[in-house]
T-cell receptor, first 118, second 114 residues
Framework: DAGVIQSPRHEVTEMGQEVTLRCKLI?????LFWYRQTMMRGLELLIY????????DSGMPEDRFSAKMPNASFSTLKIQPSEPRDSAVYFC????????????????FGAGSRLTVL | AQTVTQSQPEMSVQEAETVTLSCTYD???????LFWYKQPPSRQMILVIR??????QNATENRFSVNFQKAAKSFSLKISDSQLGDAAMYFC???????????FGTGTRLQVFP
């Protein structure tokens, strides 16, 4: 299993440009999470999906951020227009959501996408 | 809302010694999960250990063990026989029973000295 795959690993862009981050889930997983990590705020949950449906997007900073799951194995996080304060590492994570207490719903993280907005 | 607190921004330990990282959390729920994740310089988040709140027995994974005190809402991580490869940021995380999302603490940076 290749794990959760994120691209790009690094992106440097200028303020005002559109940024698209991509994530491929682990095969068989049905929950998808986008987290943002900064020194100041630590790890923040931006949004998560279950079976392609957004369940909680309360962490999305503002309308400049949007996330989609066009199919069960792929997600994008888009920032348009980007601002310097969006500079962070963005993590995607996936899990197989269950209803028992077996603990099967362990999140597996991708390697992250480091975004720098100049 | 649930919160997770890690009061030690940095810790250090000598190789082969034991170190304990602290974590407390706040919740009104009775069923939940607790996790410790490791983030080495490669920044990959790696699951170290997990604990189900309904289990009284403390979880262990080789050199890693937890001290889960449900009444005190405390979940510390003990690393025995520390190795240089244990140097990393360690994050404590909480998950409610009825949701998949993790709430993270601010992390503890662990340094291991030879």
């Amino acid at each position: 299993d290749a794990g959760v795959i994120q691209s790009p690993r690094h992106e440097v862009t200028e303020m005002g440009q559109e940024v698209t981050l991509r994530c491929k889930l682990i095969s068989g997983h049905n929950s998808l999470f986008w987290y943002r990590q900064t020194m100041m705020r630590g790890l923040e949950l931006l949004i998560y999906f279950n079976n392609n449906v957004p369940i909680d997007d309360s962490g999305m900073p503002e309308d400049r951020f949007s996330a989609k799951m066009p199919n069960a194995s792929f997600s994008t996080l888009k920032i348009q227009p980007s601002e310097p304060r969006d500079s962070a590492v963005y993590f995607c994570a996936s899990s197989h959501s269950g209803t028992d207490l077996s603990g099967a719903n362990v999140l597996t993280f991708g390697a992250g996408s480091r975004l720098t907005v100049l | 809302a649930q919160t997770v607190t890690q009061s030690q921004p940095e810790m250090s330990v000598q190789e082969a010694e034991t170190v304990t990282l602290s974590c407390t959390y706040d919740t009104s729920e009775s069923d939940y999960y607790l996790f410790w994740y490791k983030q080495p310089p490669s920044r990959q988040m790696i699951l170290v250990i997990r604990q189900e709140a309904y289990k009284q027995q403390n979880a262990t994974e080789n050199r890693f063990s937890v001290n889960f005190q449900k009444a005190a809402k405390s979940f510390s991580l003990k690393i025995s026989d520390s190795q240089l490869g244990d140097a990393a940021m360690y994050f404590c995380a909480y998950r409610s029973y009825n949701t998949d999302k993790l709430i993270f603490g601010t992390g503890t940076r662990l340094q291991v000295f030879p």
